[in-house]
């Protein structure tokens, strides 16, 4: 039986459709059942929370393989998983890192992911590593100004990132998940072009058929509060503005072939994903 945390956000959504697809029993941890409604009927469900470690024990009883995905800038919860994944007796862990980690100077972003990686090969059960780049479902943080202004603010000009679907990633997870020949491996995963934010908002109005514009920023600090409006809290400001500098600085944009090796396959194109995805990004287009 394979355990998937993070089950409703856009990769272990994509992630228990798959293995539903392919007939693979899972089981999914949830905080909110009401938010798995959408999820296949196959995958069964249960109520649990990685900050609450007393409530885990039922979620991963009789669990073998593991899809470890904890958000935030904190390694409390990936602690918590991996006693209960020990716990348990499970045998793999895979586990959603990011590319951020390769950085040399490792910025905050990967130091975070990287602690939370030593916890997880620290904890003697073997593990796959996946670190994806940017996702391709970062562009909905676009929506609001979309929405309310017919335009992106770009803090990152020249900068290029090859960014990757989520149902990509969540292939890459499936086949390690299943197959044997992982364990030990550190994947990292990105799309196949690179592309400026320019290009993708372009990409992306021509998908919903609107016109959208590009407004460079004066100081990355102008697109944190876009993202945030009530404030970003310090440190995970401070990191964003580190990385648009580190994404500004990078005009060729770091690509692999890792989803290609692994899936004998391209990753989808970004404008395979903004056909699937124009109806969000046309709300609020002038009539």
Do not use: K
Request: overall charge neutral; aromatic content about 4%; hydrophobic content about 50%.
């Amino acid at each position: 039986m394979i355990l998937v945390t993070g089950a409703t956000g856009n990769i272990g959504r994509e992630l228990v459709g798959q293995l539903d697809a392919a007939g693979v029993a899972c089981r999914v941890l949830v905080r909110d059942p009401a938010r798995a409604a959408a999820l296949p009927l196959s995958a069964e469900r249960v109520t649990g929370d990685l900050t609450a470690p007393a409530t885990l024990a039922p979620a991963f009883a009789g669990i073998e393989r593991l899809f470890l995905l904890t958000p935030g800038i904190t390694t409390a919860t990936t602690a918590h998983a991996v006693a209960a994944a020990r716990a348990a007796g499970v045998r793999h862990i895979v586990h959603l890192s990011s590319t951020n980690v390769l950085g040399d100077p490792m910025p905050a972003m990967g130091r975070w992911h990287h602690e939370r990686e030593r916890i997880v090969l620290g904890s003697g059960i073997p593990a796959t590593v996946l670190r994806p780049g940017g996702f391709m479902t970062n562009a909905l943080d676009w929506l609001p100004t979309i929405r309310d202004g017919g335009y992106v603010l770009d803090p990152v000009g020249p900068g290029r990132i090859a960014p990757i679907d989520p149902a990509d990633i969540a292939a890459v997870a499936a086949l390690v998940l299943t197959a044997e020949g992982h364990a030990g491996e550190h994947y990292a995963l990105t799309g196949a072009e690179a592309l400026t934010v320019a290009e993708q908002v372009a990409i992306i109005a021509a998908a919903a058929g609107r016109p959208i514009t590009v407004r460079p920023t004066a100081t990355a600090q102008e697109a944190v509060a876009a993202r945030f409006p009530g404030g970003a809290p310090p440190a995970l400001a401070e990191a964003l503005i580190e990385g648009f500098a580190l994404l500004r600085a990078d005009t060729e944009g770091f690509r692999t072939d890792t989803v290609r090796r692994l899936l004998g396959r391209e990753p989808a194109r970004f404008s395979d994903w903004c056909a699937r995805h124009a109806d969000a990004f046309r709300v609020g287009a002038a009539a």
